[in-house]
């Protein structure tokens, strides 16, 4: 497959977005194969209902996020096929590293990652390229800290919140084929579609041979996707107003500012630890994810029509949705990526089954599911969504997921709408 992305677009979109405002724009125009992939982003014709684009659940409107209230969108050729996850936004997505199994990643920790699109297309292997920036920053260590991991093997990368696609290309054939999102019958009948409306323009880009390719004109169309994804400044822009605070130009109001305490303070929320928030050395902005893979063992969402079964589980890691060698090992299961939390604010369900609906029930649940779970589970049924059997892949050593039935909650009443203040000011958009 060719290579999916080019480093200097990924850097370039970053730089941009920190122009100041009334600066001359030079955001470059998309490229033609990026403007190809536009086109397809919002063609509903691309799906076996003939209604559903990647827009019509990534919606631009809401940071590429379902701006309804569903825990799971419904898809397929009726459009009343009910998906099995919570849709994320695929804003930043572009900077998820391809995934890996390794070392509990120092780099990462100090808020540094290998862009998937960096290492895919430099020469050095992502291992080389991770393991240099590992050594320059082996020293920093201050600051929130995850459990004792060190020298612990962890998933980190990939997308999909089991991390099963390590490039946007890849990923962007899931929905096309999957029965109950677009749908499209197989990649025969997703071929016609796509050489029907848009075999001109791919002759042109990438040759006419490559119409007569099946493969080939399929797999251009999802390079084209992920270029867009890429290179569209709207996927990445940086512009929330936690950005403009940490380059000077905004200031944090008192109720925010004390959110960013607890957030960071390894005895209070010691959110950081997983979705970091300082700038990599070298100045880019943060993105709230270490990319690590955890089994936080939210409580089952009953809203997911899967769900009605008692005998199914969404393990992530370890499947059903993930089906490679991974999804073989038990001390996988109940792993789900680690998110951005950028934009998080305008989601309208939080975790992978979308079973909050209010960001401050989120917090809640990582202060009282040990302390209090009668809170958080059905009376008597602690981790309902996880087998008894895997309840031992729990993360019980990260703050504050570490304290026992009983103990005070880390985070008080106040201090959770403190926090929830600082997570609004993760949101695109800001203007003063
Ligand atoms: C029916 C709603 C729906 C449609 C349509 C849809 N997606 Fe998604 N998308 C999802 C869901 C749900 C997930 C998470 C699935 C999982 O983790 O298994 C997801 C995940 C993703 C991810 C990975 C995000 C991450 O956090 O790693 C990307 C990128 C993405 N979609 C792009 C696209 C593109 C491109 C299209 C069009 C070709 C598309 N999606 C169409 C619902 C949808
Ligand atoms: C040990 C790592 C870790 C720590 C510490 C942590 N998180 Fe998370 N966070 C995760 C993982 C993993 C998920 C996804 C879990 C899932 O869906 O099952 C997640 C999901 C979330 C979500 C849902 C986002 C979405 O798009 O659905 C929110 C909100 C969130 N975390 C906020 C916080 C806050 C606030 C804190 C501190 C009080 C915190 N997290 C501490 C790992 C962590």
């Given at each position: 497959m060719r290579k999916p992305t080019t480093p200097a677009l990924v850097l370039a979109s970053v730089l941009l977005a920190t122009t100041p405002a009334g600066a001359v724009d030079l955001t470059p125009p998309l490229s033609a194969v990026a403007q190809l992939g536009k086109k397809l982003f919002f063609d509903p014709a691309l799906s076996g209902s003939g209604v559903m684009s990647c827009a019509f659940c990534h919606d631009p409107a809401n940071h590429f996020a379902p701006a309804?209230?569903?825990?799971?969108?419904?898809?397929?050729?009726?459009?009343?096929q009910p998906g099995f996850r919570a849709t994320p936004s695929i804003a930043y997505k572009s900077l998820t590293?391809?995934?890996?199994?390794?070392?509990?990643?120092?780099?990462?920790e100090a808020g540094e990652a290998t862009?998937?699109?960096?290492?895919?297309?430099?020469?050095?292997?992502?291992?080389?390229?991770?393991?240099a920036i590992a050594r320059l920053l082996v020293a920093k260590a201050a600051g929130p800290k995850k459990g004792d991991t060190s020298g612990a093997l962890v998933a980190r990368g990939g997308l999909f919140w089991d991390g099963r696609a390590d490039t946007l290309e890849e990923q962007a054939l899931g929905p096309l084929l999957s029965p109950f999102e677009m749908a499209n019958k197989d990649r025969h009948s997703l071929y016609l579609t796509i050489r029907k409306s848009y075999g001109a323009e791919i002759a042109q880009l990438f040759g006419a041979p490559v119409l007569a390719d099946e493969a080939q004109?399929?797999?251009?169309?999802?390079?084209?996707?992920?270029?867009?994804?890429?290179?569209d400044p709207a996927f990445q822009p940086f512009s929330s107003k936690y950005d403009a605070y940490l380059v000077g130009k905004a200031q944090l109001s008192p109720a925010e500012a004390r959110g960013l305490k607890l957030?960071?303070?390894?005895?209070?929320?010691?959110?950081?630890?997983?979705?970091?928030?300082?700038?990599?050395?070298?100045?880019?902005?943060?993105?709230?994810?270490?990319?690590?893979?955890?089994?936080?063992?939210?409580?089952?969402?009953?809203?997911?029509?899967?769900?009605?079964?008692?005998?199914?589980?969404?393990?992530?890691?370890?499947?059903?949705?993930?089906?490679d060698s991974f999804a073989s090992k038990p001390a996988n299961c109940?792993?789900?990526?680690?998110?951005?939390?950028?934009?998080?604010?305008?989601?309208?369900?939080?975790?992978?089954?979308?079973?909050?609906?209010?960001?401050?029930?989120?917090?809640?649940?990582?202060?009282?599911?040990?302390?209090?779970?009668?809170?958080?589970?059905?009376?008597?049924?602690?981790?309902?969504?996880?087998?008894?059997?895997?309840?031992?892949?729990?993360?019980?050593?990260?703050?504050?997921?570490?304290?026992?039935?009983?103990?005070?909650?880390?985070?008080?009443?106040?201090?959770?709408?403190?926090?929830?203040?600082?997570?609004?000011?993760?949101?695109?958009?800001?203007?003063?």
């Open positions: 309804n209230d569903l825990a799971v969108q419904l898809g397929g050729p009726g459009m009343d590293p391809a995934f890996s199994i390794g070392p509990s990643d120092p780099a990462s862009p998937m699109a960096i290492a895919q297309t430099s020469d050095t292997t992502e291992d080389d390229a991770t393991g004109t399929v797999d251009e169309a999802a390079f084209a996707l992920a270029r867009y994804q890429v290179e957030f960071d303070d390894p005895k209070k929320g010691n959110c950081a630890a997983c979705h970091l928030d300082t700038p990599s050395h070298d100045g880019h902005p943060p993105l709230f994810t270490d990319f690590e893979f955890e089994a936080l063992g939210v409580p089952r969402n009953p809203a997911i029509p899967a769900n009605a079964d008692a005998a199914y589980f969404d393990l992530g890691l370890c499947g059903p949705l993930r089906t109940g792993l789900f990526k680690t998110p951005t939390l950028r934009n998080v604010a305008t989601r309208h369900v939080f975790f992978h089954n979308g079973v909050y609906t209010k960001l401050t029930d989120a917090i809640r649940f990582y202060v009282l599911r040990d302390t209090q779970p009668d809170k958080i589970y059905p009376a008597g049924q602690p981790f309902n969504d996880l087998p008894a059997r895997y309840r031992g892949n729990l993360d019980r050593a990260d703050a504050p997921l570490d304290r026992h039935l009983g103990d005070k909650p880390a985070l008080s009443e106040a201090e959770i709408a403190d926090v929830a203040a600082f997570l609004q000011t993760l949101t695109d958009g800001y203007t003063r």
